[in-house]
C-alpha cells in the first residue's frame, strides 16, 4: 500500500499562510511501515476504509515556524519554515471517508511497538534480585513510559510527522539535525540488539565459535534486509500471528506454574545494596518500556483523538508490564536463584513441561525475527524521512520506484548493524542505545514543555488530544520522565557514558558545522532556525509515511 503526502503552500505577503495535506493510498502496494500498520489493522479486524483505493484526506492547519513566532502578516521578508500546528480535519470535495482507528485497535499498535514479548528481559536479573526488577519495572512504567506516552500523545496529534517536525518545530534546525543524527545512531544500535538477542536464544541450543557465530549473526541480517526489501507486508499481514506465537508459550508456563508461585520474593530485597547493577538495570527496564514516539505516526488517525488516545495508552501500558511482569514472576518461582541467566525462560519451561521449551525456544526465533523485519522498516522510514528535512544526504532516502523501499537505508543498517554485533554483547549493546535514547527521549520532552509554554493560551483544536493540565502542572507531569533520564545519563558505566558523550561531541560539532554552512550562505547572517529552504516536502513532493 503505497501512502503520499502532499503538500502546497498557499502564501501571500500580507496575509496569513495557509497550506493543505493531501493522503492518498493505493492498496496495490502494502509495503514499508505503513503497509504493515494497515496489514496489522485488517488482521485485527478493525478500521474503516484501509483497503479501499484512492482515499484522500486534507488538513488545514495555522502556520507555525520552528522559531517560536507565528507567521508574519506585515510583509516581513524575513522566510520561516512552517509547520503544521493544530490541524482541523476537513474532508475533499469527492473524497472518500478517512482511515480512523478505533481505541482498541490504537491499543493494538502501541502495544505491538512497545512490547512485542518478553524475550531479552530476564537479563535484568543479572542486575538485581527479583524484589529489586519487579518494583523497579513499575516505577519506570509510571515516572518514565506513563508521561512520556502521554506528551508525544499530544505531540503526535498536534504534529502528525514524527519526532523531527517536534524537536524542529520547538528547537529549530540545529537541535532537529543534531536530534535526527542521535536517533540514526538509536536505530542502527537497535537493529544490532535484535541480531543479538536472536544470537542469545540460538546458542542456547547450538555452542558456535566466533566464525560460526558471525556466520549466523551475517544471515540473520541478510533475511531481515531481504525481507525488508522484497516482501515486508507478509510480515504486516501475519503481525497477529505472530504475537499469539510469542506469547502462547508463556500463557501456558504461567498456568503450569500457578502452584509454585511464590509471593514473597516480591518483598525480600538484598541487604548490600552495592550488589546492584544501576546501569544495567535501569537500561534493559527502558529498553523494554521504549517506543511511544511510534504514536506519531498513528494518533492522528484516532475516531476521537481526545478520548481514544488517553484510552489507548493506558491499556497499552498495562499489556506491556503483563508481558514482562507474568512470564518473569512465572519463571523465577521455578528456577532456583543461581540458575538465573539469559536461559531462564527455556529452563523455567523445561523444568515444568519439557515440549513447552521447545515451544519458548520456536517462539523466541520466529518472533525475533518479526520484530526485527519490523523495527528495520519502521527505522529506514524514519531515516528516510530525515532527508525531507535537510538533515542527511537525499540520495540515503532514494527508494526502489515500483515498490516504494528506502533501499539504501535498509542495506546500510543491516551491514553497519553487523558489524557493530560481532564485537559487542547484548548487555553492551542495550546500554549503549539506552544512553542515547534517554538523551533523546530528554529533547523530546523539553521539546513538548517548549510548544506548551508557547501556546499555553491557545484553545484546544477541533478533536484533538490535549493534555488537559495547565502548563505548571505539565512541568511536573515531565518532571520525573526528565529526571530519570538524567540519571540514566550519569549513573550507568563509565565506559558507556564516555562513548556516549564522545558521540555528542562528534554530532553536535556536525550540527554547527552545518549552521555555519547556511549562515555563510546567507551572507554570514546568524539565523540558526532557518535552512537556506524550506524541506522540500513543504514544496509540494511527495514522500512515503
Not at 247 to 276: G, R
Request: one cysteine or more; glycine letters at 10%.
Amino acid at each position: 500500500m503505497a501512502h503520499s503526502v502532499n503538500i502546497g503552500i498557499n502564501a501571500d505577503g500580507n496575509s496569513d499562510v495557509g497550506y493543505g495535506i493531501g493522503f492518498k493510498s493505493d492498496s496495490s502496494d502494502a509495503t514499508g511501515e505503513s503497509g504493515m500498520l494497515h496489514a496489522l489493522l485488517r488482521g485485527l479486524g478493525f478500521g474503516g476504509s484501509a483497503g479501499k483505493s484512492d482515499e484522500v484526506l486534507y488538513a488545514r492547519a495555522e502556520p507555525f515556524s520552528v522559531n517560536g513566532s507565528m507567521s508574519s502578516v506585515n510583509g516581513s521578508s524575513d522566510r520561516e519554515i512552517l509547520l503544521p500546528a493544530e490541524a482541523g480535519l476537513e474532508k475533499a470535495e469527492g473524497a472518500q471517508v478517512p482511515f480512523k482507528l478505533s481505541w482498541i485497535a490504537l491499543a493494538g499498535i502501541i502495544y505491538f511497538s512497545v512490547g512485542g514479548g518478553p524475550f531479552g528481559f530476564e537479563t535484568v536479573l543479572l542486575a538485581a534480585d527479583p524484589s529489586v526488577c519487579f518494583w523497579t519495572l513499575l516505577a519506570f512504567a509510571l515516572l518514565w513510559a506513563l508521561p512520556q506516552a502521554i506528551c508525544i500523545a499530544e505531540l503526535s496529534t498536534r504534529y502528525t510527522r514524527g519526532y523531527n517536525e517536534w524537536v524542529t518545530a520547538a528547537g529549530g534546525t540545529w537541535i532537529g539535525f543534531t536530534h535526527s543524527l542521535l536517533r540514526v545512531c538509536f536505530n542502527v544500535l537497535n537493529n544490532a540488539v535484535y541480531a543479538e538477542l536472536f544470537m542469545m536464544y540460538f546458542e542456547e541450543l547450538v555452542q558456535l565459535g566466533p566464525w560460526a557465530h558471525a556466520g549466523v549473526t551475517l544471515g540473520f541480517e541478510a533475511l531481515v534486509v531481504a525481507v525488508n526489501l522484497v516482501g515486508v507486508q507478509i510480515v504486516g499481514k501475519a503481525s497477529v500471528g505472530l504475537l499469539v506465537i510469542m506469547l502462547s508459550p508463556f500463557v501456558v508456563m504461567f498456568c503450569l506454574a500457578v502452584p509454585h508461585l511464590d509471593f514473597k520474593m516480591l518483598v525480600e530485597f538484598p541487604s548490600p545494596a552495592s550488589s546492584i547493577d544501576v546501569g544495567l538495570l535501569v537500561s534493559v527496564i527502558m529498553f523494554n518500556l521504549m517506543g511511544w514516539d511510534f504514536m506519531g505516526n498513528v494518533s492522528g488517525s484516532a475516531r476521537k483523538p481526545r478520548r481514544d488516545v488517553p484510552l489507548a495508552t493506558s491499556v497499552a501500558l498495562t499489556l506491556v508490564l503483563a508481558t514482562y511482569a507474568v512470564p518473569l514472576f512465572s519463571a523465577i518461582s521455578v528456577v532456583p536463584a543461581d540458575q538465573y541467566g539469559d536461559d531462564l525462560f527455556t529452563r523455567a519451561a523445561g523444568m515444568l513441561w519439557g515440549p513447552l521449551e521447545y515451544m519458548v525456544e520456536g517462539a523466541a526465533f520466529l518472533g525475533l525475527f518479526g520484530l526485527g523485519v519490523t523495527f528495520m522498516s519502521t527505522s529506514s522510514e524514519a531515516i528516510a524521512h530525515s532527508t525531507d528535512w535537510q538533515y542527511i544526504p537525499k540520495f540515503v532516502g532514494k527508494r526502489f520506484t515500483s515498490r516504494e523501499v528506502p533501499w539504501i537505508v535498509i542495506v546500510l543498517q543491516g551491514c553497519v548493524a553487523f558489524l557493530i554485533s560481532i564485537p559487542w554483547d547484548y548487555s553492551a549493546l542495550v546500554q549503549v542505545q539506552m544512553w542515547i535514547f534517554s538523551l533523546s527521549t530528554m529533547v523530546i520532552m523539553l521539546s513538548f514543555i517548549g510548544i506548551r509554554f508557547r501556546t499555553r493560551n491557545e484553545a484546544r483544536a477541533n478533536n484533538n488530544f490535549r493534555v488537559p493540565l495547565p502548563f505548571l502542572l505539565i512541568v511536573a507531569l515531565c518532571a520525573p520522565s526528565i529526571g530519570l533520564c538524567i540519571f540514566a545519563l550519569v549513573g550507568g558505566d563509565l565506559r558507556v557514558i564516555i562513548l556516549g558523550v564522545g558521540l555528542c561531541v562528534v554530532v553536535v560539532v556536525m550540527g554547527t558545522a552545518r549552521e555555519l554552512y547556511f549562515v555563510r550562505k546567507r551572507g554570514w547572517r546568524w539565523r540558526v532556525s532557518e535552512p537556506p529552504e524550506p524541506p522540500p516536502l513543504l514544496h509540494g513532493s511527495a514522500i512515503n509515511v
